[in-house]
């Protein structure tokens, strides 16, 4: 991630045009939004249990309806915004998003919440890559530019931590509803800040591969569906179709693919080491994390009985120790080099799961505020640098695609661990227990390692090579 830089280069962001601050304010509040909501609702999970029902199987579905649209939506989104224009995309995004959290808000049952969940994934998947785009339409000047896409950056990185601790007070205190409320006001405010803006917008004829993100869709919403079946009723016919139907599809989007003259994922991409490395430590360092922030919601709450609002105070100092390791860790890869912290950083997040396991009923509360050290370090020290390895690794002109799929790896592995750990960790009962959260950490310390050390073969080759 960027650092903010010196006060002489803020008072020159400070002094730009009132249209670059409005465009940056609003990039900024959307950007915020959507990236609360991943993780603020996992702390709302049991409150929407206690009023919607639905079980385990129904609260993973909450958190991966959403999660699944943002991460397959997110190949095309670019292409969508290079379309019809940055403040058009973000607009549009903006007042879709709004509108789906209304609808989350106010839905009678499980079934209509997840259904809402849906459309709000997919307007957070073009709220996303429009917002930065936005950012730099915005800003002509270099050093502006990239000093707005800082405050951006570290804008999303806070708002990621805090996220869990803003899902717990509202639950508690305004009623789980607020957790999606409350983005109703900001989405208005967004589309007041971007009404009569006016800034410089290249728009293209970017191509759309539809058949490809639509199997792209396909293939994970039904692999998650698979696992979520699985993990509470067993590998029956219908989990078996949905793992038969996820192996055709993606099979399917291969051979579509290879024949696109514009592909939603180019697969010439994969095969270069450096992005291969970004894309599967992404998807790594965000199944332990999104999947460890699910597990320590259920345990605050189920386990050991403790409010929302309780729940969520325990994730403030490790949402600060995220913020403050993110900043630091571009400062530190110039010591210790990119590819080693890239590595050393999933290596902490899973040492942090095997840390993890300990936990009783009983643990002090200062103890396991200790223990989560290394939890909320780790993914945070690789994921700035995976994002900037990733971005050296390919020209120019592919910066958006590879960085589109950056993400959306990185939420299918968020969306994939709470399909294994919502199965492993709560079974049939749908209530977390010790034995279930302790094989799902167990199980994210191992993913993490496997990443890590496809994270160091690829890193080797690249020294090899050089």
């Excluded at 509470?232 to 179709?241: D, E, K, S, V």
């Excluded at 403050?324 to 799961?353: E, K």
């Excluded at 002090?364 to 945070?380: D, K, N, S």
Aim: hydrophobic share 60%; aromatic share 6%; with cysteine.
């Amino acid at each position: 991630m960027t650092v903010l830089a010196d006060e002489t280069s803020t008072r020159h962001l400070a002094a730009l045009p009132a249209g670059s601050v409005r465009a940056l304010l609003a990039a900024l509040l959307g950007f915020t939004v959507i990236t609360v909501d991943v993780s603020a609702v996992n702390i709302a999970l049991p409150y929407l249990h206690r009023d919607l029902g639905g079980g385990m199987a129904g609260l993973q579905w909450v958190v991966d309806a959403y999660t699944l649209m943002f991460a397959a939506l997110m190949l095309s989104a670019g292409a969508v915004t290079d379309r019809i224009g940055p403040v058009r995309a973000y607009g549009l995004g903006v007042v879709l998003f709004t509108a789906a959290s209304l609808a989350c808000a106010a839905a009678p049952v499980m079934p209509v919440l997840i259904a809402a969940r849906v459309f709000q994934g997919a307007a957070a998947a073009l709220v996303m890559p429009a917002s930065l785009a936005l950012v730099r339409a915005a800003y002509d000047d270099a050093r502006a530019r990239a000093q707005a896409i800082a405050v951006w950056t570290i804008g999303g990185s806070a708002a990621m931590a805090l996220g869990p601790v803003a899902g717990g007070l509202l639950s508690e205190y305004a009623g789980w509803r607020w957790v999606f409320l409350v983005n109703v006001p900001i989405g208005i405010l967004i589309v007041a800040l971007l009404a009569g803006l006016r800034i410089g917008q290249l728009r293209h004829r970017a191509p759309l591969d539809l058949p490809g993100q639509a199997l792209a869709v396909v293939a994970l919403s039904t692999l998650t569906y698979a696992v979520i079946e699985a993990g509470h009723t067993g590998w029956h016919t219908g989990a078996l179709l949905a793992a038969a139907a996820s192996a055709a599809a993606a099979v399917a989007f291969v051979v579509v693919e290879r024949r696109s003259a514009a592909p939603v994922l180019p697969l010439g991409l994969l095969a270069r080491g450096r992005v291969a490395v970004a894309l599967v430590s992404g998807f790594g360092i965000n199944f332990g994390f999104y999947g460890g922030i699910f597990l320590l919601g259920l345990y605050y709450q189920q386990v050991r009985g403790w409010t929302g609002a309780e729940a969520g105070l325990m994730f403030v100092i490790p949402a600060a120790l995220t913020t403050c390791a993110n900043i630091v860790a571009p400062r530190l890869a110039h010591v210790v080099g990119r590819r080693p912290l890239i590595v050393g950083g999933q290596l902490i997040l899973g040492v942090a799961m095997l840390v993890l396991l300990p936990l009783a009923t009983t643990t002090p509360v200062w103890l396991v505020l200790v223990l989560l050290v290394p939890f909320a370090t780790g993914g945070a020290l690789a994921i700035t640098l995976v994002t900037a390895d990733l971005i050296d690794a390919v020209e120019p002109a592919r910066v958006g695609v590879a960085t589109g799929a950056l993400s959306t790896f990185r939420q299918t592995g968020g969306a994939i661990a709470v399909a294994v750990f919502g199965g492993l960790g709560a079974g049939a009962t749908g209530i977390l227990t010790l034995p279930g959260m302790r094989v799902c950490l167990l199980v994210g310390a191992v993913v993490l390692l496997l990443t890590a050390l496809v994270a160091t073969g690829g890193a080797r080759k690249a020294s090899a090579s050089a």
